[in-house]
C-alpha cells in the first residue's frame, strides 16, 4: 500500500510530523513503512508555461526553437528536442536555476548556435512514473491540462510536493488498505480523531431500482450487493488534483468515472465498480457461480474461460464481471458511456482468492477481498463515489440504493480483565492507561464488575476476535518498549542434550581432529545423483517434490556420499589439491510409490577423502587410501565404545570398488547389522567425475546411537609384566588378516591380552599368490608373571590351528 | 723412589696437557694410573721401603695420584663442553621453518553458530528437540493457526511433495510435536534447531534451504517480559554484554501478541552504518506469546498456563556474526571458506 501524505492530511491532523518521523511512528507501532520516497519535490523555478510560438531550428531537425510565457516580464527562447511540442501548448517549464529529481541542474545554454533558457520537461523529468500515464502523455514533453495558471509552480499543479510512504502490511492488517485505515492506525498513535470525507448524495427523483435490479444466487460468496444509478455522465479526464493522488498511490489514470471509483477503493478501502449502465442486458446485475462453459473478456483484454467455482456478475444474459476480480469489457464504461451503475459488495475473501490464483489475475480489488474488506464500508463508499460522480462527471444520481443481501456485521465484542491484561504482560497497567488506549483506538467498552473490559471491536478491524487481539493493541500502543524485562519465575528446569545429540556433536569433533572439513549440502538432488549410490538403505525410492524449482533439485537425498562428491567435485575444478570432508545429516526413506505417510528420516555420517594432502617442506605429500578412510570409520566407532562390535565384511556395491569396498557390521542383540560401508568409488566412477582416487564412507547414526556405550569402566593397570612374542606366518594372498586375528584370539586363551598386524610383506622369494603376515601377540596373566614354557606352550597352539584352518606356515 | 714419582708426576702433567681428545686422555689415564699403568709401577717397590719411609712415600704418591686424577677430570669437563659445543653448533636448524601441524578441521559456521545457541539455552535449563524436516500440512500449517487458504500462507511458499505432505517451511511444528508429547505437563522450555524448505530463488541473501532455531516456553504465568527477559540475556551472549534489544509489533499466525525483534547493529553497535542502513539496529528474529488457538491444538487450557515462543534465521546470525556476504557460500561447501572457520 502506497499512501501520499498530503492526501493522508484530508482525513487526520499530521502535527507537523515530517514524513520521516510518520514513518517511523508507524513502524514502531507495528505498520512497517518500508521507505519514504519523496515525489518530484518542491521543484522550485519549475512553472507552467504556454508556448507562444515554434519555429525550426536554423541548423538542426530534430530541434525546435519556442518560444514561452512563463508569467515572468520577459517571454523565454527555449530549444526543445521532443517531437511533440507545439505553439499553443501549456507545458511544464525548468527555468535557468532549476534543479530536477533526476540531479539535472537547468543552466543557460546554446544548442547548434541558439540560445536556450531552460527546458520544457516530460513526466519522467519531474519524478513522475510515466508507467501510471496514459499512453499519449508518456512520450516526449508532458502537455498540461487546460486552464493550468501560467507560472504556477509545477509542483503544486501536479501535488509533486509530496511523499509517498510504502507500507509493508503483515496479513492481519488489511484495514491499512485504505487511507481511511491508515488515518484510524494513526489516530490511535497520536489521539487525533479521524475526518471522514464528505458522501452527501444530491439525488435527483427518478428511482433506480426503475433502471436496475439486483440479485444474489450465491449468499455465501456474497452476503450483500449494492448499486447506484447515476445518469448523463460526461466521461473525461479527472481533474489533476485527483490523478495526482492516484498516480501517487501507484494507480493509473484512466478517466472521471473509473478514477472515482478507484480513489474510493484507495479512501476506504472497499473495491468498487462501474459498468456502462446501457451495455447491462435485461436491467439487472445477479451475482452467481458461472456456468460450464461460460466465457468472460475481462478489461485487461484476456478471454477467460471460467469454471463453476468461480462467482461473477452477470447481467440478463452473460457474466460481465468476475466478481471481486475484475470487471468484463463488454460493459466497460468507455468516452461514450451516459449511464452507470455503480456496484459495491462484499465477496467472500477465499472465492476471489481462488479465482484470482486460478486465472492469474490479481488486482486492486481482489487483494483486498481476500484479505477481507469492512463490511459497514459498502454502503458509505458506494455513496462516497455516487457524490464525486455527480460533482466530478456531472452525472445525476438516481433515488435509492438498489441492493440484495445485507450488510454481513456480526458484532464483535471481547472480554479481557485488567489482570490478564497485565498478567500476560507482565506490566502494571491501570485501568485509566487501559481506557485511554481503548478510547485512542476508538473502540467501544464497558468496564465490568471486577475490572473486566468488554470490548467492541469495530467491524474494520476483523483481525481482533480474541482477549489476546486486544491485548495486542493495548500492548504495541503502550509500547513494547514500555514492557518490563523480567527473568522466568516459576520452578527452574535441567537443560540439556540428548543422547543423539550429544554424539552428533562427539563425532563432529573427532571428524574435525581428523583433519576433515564439515560440509553441509542441500537435502534436495537429481534422481541421476541418488542412483550413484552404494545401497545401504535397500531399493529406496527417492521421494519427489511436486512442483521442484528444477530437475537438479526435484528429489530428496537418499545419501549423503552423492552431495560429498558433487562438493569434491566443485572444490577440485578450484584446485583444491586435497578434499576432506564430512557430513552428518539426514536421508529420506520410503517405500511408497506415491507417499501417504511421512518418509523415514535417517540421520546418517559421511565423509570424503580425494587428493593428497600438500606436502610440507621436509615430507612427500600424502594421498589417502583405503586404510585412511576405514581409519575414521574406526575412530567413529571406537569414540562410541563399539570397537569390539564392528566387523569388516568385503562387498562389492555398485559403484564402488569390488576389490576395496567394505561393508561395515555391527553385532548386536538381533545379530549382526549392516550399518555402513567405507571403500574406493569405482574407478569409472572416478574417471566420470574427473577425479584421483576417491575414498567414501557412510554410516547408519540410529543403530549407532542406539549400540552406542557410554560407561568407562576404569581397569585396574597391571601389575605383572607382559611377554610379546612376534609370529610371522605365510598364508595364500586371498586369506584375510582379520581371520587369522580372530582365530588367534580364539586360539590363545584368556592371557592373550592383544594381537595387532604390524606388516604385511609379499615378493618373490614367498612365491606368487602368498604372502607373510606378521603379527605380535602380547600375552599377560593378571596374577603372576607368565613363564617361557606357557607361552611356547600356548604358541604352539596358535600355529598349530593357523596351519589347521589357512594352511599358514611360519616364514623362514 | 719419591724423586721417580716427582718425575712421574711432571711428565704425565705434560703429557695430559698435549692431549687433543677425550680419546687421548682416555688412553693417558689408562697408561698412568691403569692396573697396568706407570703409578702402579712405581708403587710395587714399595714394599722394599722401610716402615718409616713407606707412609711418606704413600703420601707422597697419594698426592701425585690426586693431582694427576684433578687434571684428567678437567680435561675430561673442558672435553666434554666442547663436545657438546660441537655438537649444538652441528644440530643448529632455522626455526623459522613452519612447523608440521597435524591436520585439522573445521566446524561448519552454521553447526557453530547453533551449537553455541543452544549451549546458551541448556545453560537457561532448555532441552534441545528436534522434529521431521518433511512434515504434514496440519502440524506445519493447521496446528499453527494457519488453516487452509489463510493468506498468511502466502508468506511463505512451500515445498509440497503431495496436497497434504510437504517439506517444514518453519521449525514451529516441533513446538506442536513437542506440546503434545508433553500431555499437558509444564513447563515446557525448548528450543528447536533444523532445517527448512522455502521456495525462493537463490541469491545473495536467499536460499531454498535453511536453517531455523525456534524456542518455546509454557508455564502458568508466562508473561510477554519474560520473554523480553529471555531474549535479552539470549543476544547478550552471543552478540556481546552492552546488547539492546528493541521489539516492534508484528504479525505472525501462531503468537499474539506477536513482535519483531531488532538488536544494537553488530557492526557499529548502534551509531549506524551500512550494514543497518544508518538505523543503528538489526532485525534478527521474531517472537511473541503462544496464540490461545496454538496452546489448544498442543493440548493446553490457554485460561490455565501461557507461553512464548520466538524464532530466528541461522544463516542470518551467522552472516551478521562472521561478516559473510552471501548465503549461498554455506552451502556451496568451497574449502576456502570452510577452512576459515577451523579455530575458536
Given at each position: 500500500m502506497n499512501v501520499s501524505y498530503q492526501w493522508l492530511k484530508e482525513y487526520i491532523?499530521?502535527?507537523?510530523?515530517?514524513p520521516e518521523e510518520l514513518a517511523e511512528k508507524l513502524t514502531r507501532g507495528g505498520?512497517?513503512?518500508?521507505g519514504a520516497q519523496p515525489r518530484?519535490?518542491?521543484?522550485?523555478?519549475v512553472t507552467v508555461g504556454f508556448v507562444k510560438a515554434k519555429r525550426k531550428h536554423p541548423d538542426a531537425d530534430k530541434l525546435n526553437v519556442c518560444t514561452v510565457d512563463?508569467?515572468?516580464?520577459e517571454e523565454l527562447q527555449i530549444v526543445c528536442g521532443a517531437p511533440n511540442v507545439d505553439a499553443g501548448q501549456l507545458v511544464p517549464v525548468a527555468q535557468v536555476g532549476a534543479k530536477l529529481p533526476g540531479g539535472l541542474k537547468i543552466k543557460r545554454a546554446k544548442l547548434r548556435g541558439v540560445e536556450s533558457l531552460g527546458m520544457i520537461c516530460s513526466a519522467k523529468e519531474l519524478?513522475?512514473?510515466?508507467?501510471?500515464?496514459p499512453k499519449e502523455q508518456q512520450e516526449g514533453i508532458l502537455v498540461l491540462p487546460e486552464?493550468?495558471?501560467?507560472?504556477?509552480?509545477i509542483a503544486e499543479l501536479l501535488g509533486l510536493d509530496d511523499v509517498v510512504l510504502e507500507l509493508d502490511l503483515t496479513?492481519?492488517?488489511?484495514?491499512?488498505?485504505?487511507l481511511l485505515g491508515v488515518a484510524y492506525e494513526l489516530g490511535a498513535l497520536t489521539g487525533h480523531p479521524v475526518r471522514l470525507p464528505e458522501t452527501a448524495v444530491h439525488a435527483?427523483?427518478?428511482?433506480?431500482s426503475e433502471r436496475v435490479a439486483v440479485g444474489i444466487a450465491a449468499q455465501e460468496a456474497c452476503p450483500h450487493y449494492a448499486a447506484r444509478y447515476i445518469k448523463g455522465v460526461r466521461v473525461a479526464p479527472s481533474p489533476q488534483w485527483l490523478q495526482n493522488r492516484l498516480i501517487a498511490a501507484g494507480v493509473r489514470p484512466i478517466n472521471n468515472i473509473v478514477d472515482i471509483t478507484n480513489y474510493v477503493l484507495l479512501e476506504y478501502g472497499q473495491p468498487l465498480h462501474a459498468f456502462d449502465a446501457d451495455t447491462v442486458k435485461g436491467g439487472r446485475l445477479d451475482v452467481r457461480y458461472a456456468q460450464p462453459g461460460e466465457r468472460l473478456t475481462t478489461l485487461d483484454g484476456q478471454a477467460r474461460k471460467l469454471e463453476a467455482h468461480m462467482l461473477v456478475v452477470a447481467d440478463g444474459e452473460r457474466p460481465v464481471a468476475l466478481a471481486g476480480v475484475m470487471g468484463g469489457a463488454d460493459t466497460e464504461v468507455t468516452?461514450?458511456?451516459?449511464n452507470i451503475v455503480l456496484e459495491s459488495a462484499c465477496f467472500d475473501g477465499a472465492v476471489v482468492r481462488r479465482t484470482s490464483r486460478e486465472l492469474g489475475l490479481r488486482s486492486e480489488s481482489s487483494v483486498r477481498f481476500e484479505k477481507q474488506v469492512?463490511?459497514?464500508r459498502v454502503i458509505p463508499a458506494l455513496d462516497r463515489a455516487a457524490s464525486l460522480m455527480a460533482e466530478l462527471a456531472g452525472g445525476l444520481v438516481a433515488d435509492g440504493i438498489v441492493q440484495a443481501g445485507e450488510p454481513c456485521i456480526e458484532p464483535v465484542t471481547v472480554q479481557a480483565s485488567l489482570a490478564r491484561i497485565n498478567g500476560l504482560l507482565g506490566t502494571t497497567l491501570s485501568n485509566l492507561e487501559v481506557k485511554t488506549i481503548l478510547g485512542r483506538l476508538d473502540f467501544r467498552y464497558t468496564l465490568l464488575e471486577g475490572d473486566i473490559y468488554e470490548v467492541q471491536v469495530?467491524?474494520?478491524?476483523?483481525?481482533?476476535?480474541?482477549d489476546v487481539d486486544v491485548i495486542e493493541e493495548i500492548a504495541r500502543l503502550h509500547g513494547y518498549d514500555n514492557i518490563p524485562t523480567t527473568p522466568i519465575e516459576g520452578a527452574t528446569t535441567p537443560g540439556g542434550l540428548s543422547v543423539a545429540q550429544r554424539i552428533r556433536r562427539a563425532l563432529r569433533q573427532r571428524m574435525t581432529g581428523a583433519g576433515l572439513h564439515e560440509a553441509i549440502t542441500y537435502s534436495f538432488t537429481s534422481p541421476a545423483r541418488t542412483a550413484l549410490l552404494p545401497e545401504l538403505a535397500g531399493d529406496a525410492t527417492p521421494v519427489r517434490l511436486a512442483?521442484?524449482?528444477?530437475e537438479e533439485r526435484s528429489v530428496l537425498r537418499t545419501g549423503l556420499v552423492p552431495g560429498l562428491l558433487e562438493l569434491a567435485v566443485y572444490n577440485r575444478n578450484r584446485s583444491a589439491e586435497r578434499v576432506a570432508v564430512f557430513e552428518i545429516g539426514s536421508v529420506y526413506l520410503t517405500d511408497?510409490?506415491?507417499?501417504?505417510r511421512q518418509p523415514q528420516e535417517k540421520p546418517r555420517l559421511a565423509g570424503l577423502l580425494t587428493g593428497a594432502r600438500p606436502a610440507a617442506w621436509n615430507a612427500k605429500p600424502a594421498a589417502p587410501d583405503f586404510y585412511t578412510a576405514k581409519g575414521l570409520v574406526d575412530a567413529a566407532l571406537e569414540l562410541l565404545g563399539l570397537a569390539d562390535k564392528a566387523v569388516y565384511e568385503p562387498a562389492a556395491p555398485q559403484h564402488m570398488h569390488p576389490g576395496r569396498t567394505a561393508a561395515v557390521l555391527l553385532e548386536t542383540e538381533r545379530g549382526r547389522e549392516r550399518v555402513g560401508y567405507v571403500g574406493q568409488l569405482h574407478p569409472d566412477e572416478q574417471r566420470t567425475h574427473d577425479l584421483e582416487d576417491t575414498y567414501v564412507f557412510e554410516l547408519e547414526l540410529e543403530p549407532l546411537c542406539d549400540a552406542a556405550d557410554f560407561g568407562i569402566v576404569y581397569r585396574q593397570l597391571p601389575r605383572y609384566p607382559s611377554s610379546r612374542r612376534d609370529l610371522a606366518v605365510v598364508v595364500?594372498?586371498?586369506?584375510a588378516a582379520g581371520s587369522l586375528k580372530a582365530s588367534i584370539a580364539a586360539t590363545a586363551?584368556?592371557?592373550?591380552?592383544s594381537v595387532e598386524v604390524f606388516d604385511v610383506y609379499t615378493g618373490e622369494r614367498l612365491g606368487a599368490g602368498k604372502k607373510s603376515v606378521a603379527l605380535a601377540l602380547v600375552y599377560r596373566h593378571p596374577e603372576r608373571t607368565l613363564t617361557d614354557e606357557e607361552i611356547a606352550e600356548l604358541q604352539e597352539r596358535v600355529v598349530g590351528e593357523l596351519a589347521h584352518s589357512f594352511d599358514a606356515h611360519l616364514r623362514a | 723412589m719419591k724423586e721417580r714419582l716427582e718425575t712421574l708426576r711432571a711428565e704425565a702433567l705434560r703429557e695430559l696437557e698435549a692431549a687433543a681428545d677425550a680419546a687421548q686422555l682416555d688412553e693417558l689415564r689408562v697408561r698412568i694410573?691403569?692396573?697396568?699403568?706407570a703409578l702402579t709401577e712405581i708403587l710395587?717397590?714399595?714394599?722394599?721401603?722401610?716402615a718409616e719411609e713407606r707412609p711418606v712415600i704413600g703420601q707422597v704418591a697419594n698426592e701425585v695420584r690426586g693431582a694427576i686424577e684433578t687434571v684428567i677430570e678437567e680435561k675430561r669437563l673442558a672435553f666434554q663442553q666442547a663436545e657438546t659445543a660441537r655438537r649444538l653448533q652441528a644440530e643448529?636448524?632455522?626455526?623459522t621453518l613452519p612447523g608440521i601441524a597435524p591436520a585439522g578441521g573445521a566446524i561448519h559456521p552454521l553447526t557453530k553458530v547453533v551449537e553455541e545457541i543452544e549451549d546458551v539455552f541448556v545453560g537457561m535449563g532448555y532441552t534441545v528437540a528436534e522434529g521431521p524436516e518433511v512434515e504434514t500440512d496440519y502440524y506445519n500449517f493447521e496446528a499453527l493457526n494457519?488453516?487452509?487458504?489463510?493468506?498468511?500462507?502466502?508468506?511463505q511458499d512451500s515445498f509440497y511433495i503431495t496436497d497434504e505432505i510437504?517439506?517444514?517451511?518453519?521449525?514451529?511444528p516441533v513446538q506442536i510435536r513437542t506440546m503434545k508429547a508433553m500431555n499437558?505437563?509444564?513447563p515446557v522450555k525448548i528450543i528447536c534447531p533444523g532445517k527448512v524448505y522455502r521456495r525462493d530463488d537463490d541469491d545473495a541473501t536467499h536460499s531454498f534451504q535453511f536453517n531455523q532455531i525456534e524456542g518455546l516456553v509454557i508455564d502458568k504465568n508466562i508473561r510477554m517480559s519474560d520473554l523480553k527477559g529471555t531474549l535479552l540475556q539470549f543476544v547478550r551472549q552471543i552478540f556481546g554484554p552492552q546488547t539492546q534489544i528493541r521489539l516492534r509489533p508484528s504479525f505472525f499466525p501462531?503468537?499474539?501478541p506477536s513482535a519483531e525483534v531488532d538488536v544494537t547493529?553488530?557492526?557499529c553497535g548502534g551509531s549506524g552504518c551500512r550494514m543497518c542502513k544508518q538505523s543503528g539496529w538489526l532485525e534478527i528474529l521474531g517472537c511473541g506469546m503462544v496464540h490461545p488457538r496454538v496452546l489448544e491444538m498442543g493440548g493446553y487450557d490457554p485460561r490455565e498456563v501461557s507461553g512464548f515462543a520466538f524464532g530466528m534465521g541461522v544463516e542470518r546470525i551467522a552472516l551478521l556474526k562472521y561478516g559473510?556476504?552471501?548465503?549461498r557460500h554455506f552451502y556451496t561447501n568451497d574449502l576456502r571458506f570452510l577452512g576459515q572457520f577451523a579455530r575458536i
Open positions: 491532523a499530521l502535527d507537523g510530523l515530517s505498520i512497517e513503512v518500508d518530484g519535490g518542491a521543484l522550485e523555478l512563463v508569467g515572468g516580464p519524478g513522475i512514473n510515466d508507467k501510471l500515464l486552464g493550468s495558471e501560467i507560472g504556477s509552480p496479513p492481519n492488517r488489511s484495514d491499512c488498505l485504505s435527483a427523483s427518478e428511482q433506480a468516452g461514450g458511456t451516459v469492512d463490511p459497514a469495530p467491524s474494520r478491524r476483523g483481525d481482533i476476535a480474541l512442483m521442484p524449482m528444477s511408497e510409490a506415491t507417499l501417504t595364500d594372498s586371498g586369506v586363551g584368556a592371557w592373550l591380552e | 694410573l691403569g692396573k697396568k699403568g710395587r717397590g714399595m714394599g722394599a721401603l722401610s643448529t636448524i632455522d626455526v494457519l488453516p487452509k487458504h489463510h493468506p498468511a500462507r502466502d508468506m510437504l517439506m517444514r517451511t518453519q521449525t514451529s499437558g505437563q509444564t501462531f503468537t499474539e547493529c553488530v557492526q559473510i556476504d552471501d548465503i
